[in-house]
């Protein structure tokens, strides 16, 4: 049974990391983040 709750565990964090995707939201977070910065002015 430890090796269905390793595939198991292991499906749940590739699912997770998949949907989460932390590389595609990177561009999005820049654009975000420059676009303030072009409002509000320099810090």
């Not at 990177?26 to 320099?42: E, K, M, N, Q």
Request: negative net charge.
């Amino acid at each position: 049974m430890s090796w269905l709750d390793t595939t198991v565990f292991l499906s749940t964090f590739i699912t997770l990391i998949v949907i989460l995707d932390p590389p595609g939201a990177i561009p999005i977070f820049l654009a975000a983040s420059s676009v303030r910065a072009f409002v509000t002015g320099p810090a």
